[in-house]
T-cell receptor, first 113, second 112 residues
Framework: GQQLNQSPQSMFIQEGEDVSMNCTSSSIFNTWLWYKQDPGEGPVLLIALYKAGELTSNGRLTAQFGITRKDSFLNISASIPSDVGIYFCAGMNYGGSQGNLIFGKGTKLSVKP | DSGVTQTPKHLITATGQRVTLRCSPRSGDLSVYWYQQSLDQGLQFLIQYYNGEERAKGNILERFSAQQFPDLHSELNLSSLELGDSALYFC???????????FGSGTRLTVV
């Protein structure tokens, strides 16, 4: 089945630093999504990307849908303590009986004040 | 509050038992999705319902079943529970395919 490789698995950074994480797939997706999960909560959608090459920002977050449609990147600028959590990429193909999200295994972000 | 309501929040039960997890989707959302999250497997898609009908099936065990009712709420039934079924179970909803899902806060199931 389809698999997503998300890296890095974890990051320890200083407050104020920029963060980059990425996700690659063995196959093409029509949609890439980035979620953040806080402890004890469900994932919350941060950014959705629907077109190859698309670059979208949400405050200090910027994500890109790779040209090959097999990868996506998330950047966080000037990190703050509340950025701590697990970030998941997710890919989706829709049509036919498909339509479910395939998730990466997450990047755990820790921010040192 | 995401608008997706899951109950109960926590559940502790013994091996061999059966439990039912409940999900009320966000108002207006017709699709409901169930995911299992365990430490070593990440978020695994189980099953999707759209307006009462099963639409897609993932890695759902035969011991597990789900349904979506006319009022669009959904239930996930887990039977003959094993220790390895301990996990967080999330429900998500969306208005239609191709858009991001909204997740509930999950049900933490512990099988002892």
């Amino acid at each position: 089945g389809q698999q997503l490789n998300q890296s890095p698995q974890s990051m320890f950074i200083q407050e104020g630093e920029d963060v980059s994480m990425n996700c690659t797939s063995s196959s093409i997706f029509n949609t890439w999504l980035w979620y953040k999960q806080d402890p004890g909560e469900g994932p919350v959608l941060l950014i959705a990307l629907y077109k190859a090459g698309e670059l979208t920002s949400n405050g200090r977050l910027t994500a890109q849908f790779g040209i090959t449609r097999k990868d996506s990147f998330l950047n966080i600028s000037a990190s703050i303590p509340s950025d701590v959590g697990i970030y998941f990429c997710a890919g989706m193909n829709y049509g036919g009986s498909q339509g479910n999200l395939i998730f990466g295994k997450g990047t755990k972000l820790s921010v040192k004040p | 509050d995401s608008g997706v309501t899951q109950t109960p929040k926590h559940l502790i039960t013994a091996t061999g038992q059966r439990v039912t997890l409940r999900c009320s989707p966000r108002s207006g959302d017709l699709s409901v999705y169930w995911y299992q999250q365990s430490l070593d497997q990440g978020l695994q898609f189980l099953i999707q319902y759209y307006n009462g009908e099963e639409r897609a099936k993932g890695n759902i065990l035969e011991r597990f079943s789900a349904q979506q009712f006319p009022d669009l709420h959904s239930e996930l039934n887990l039977s003959s529970l094993e220790l390895g079924d301990s996990a967080l179970y999330f429900c998500a909803s969306s208005v239609e395919r191709g858009f991001g899902y909204t997740f509930g806060s999950g049900t933490r199931l512990t099988v002892v």
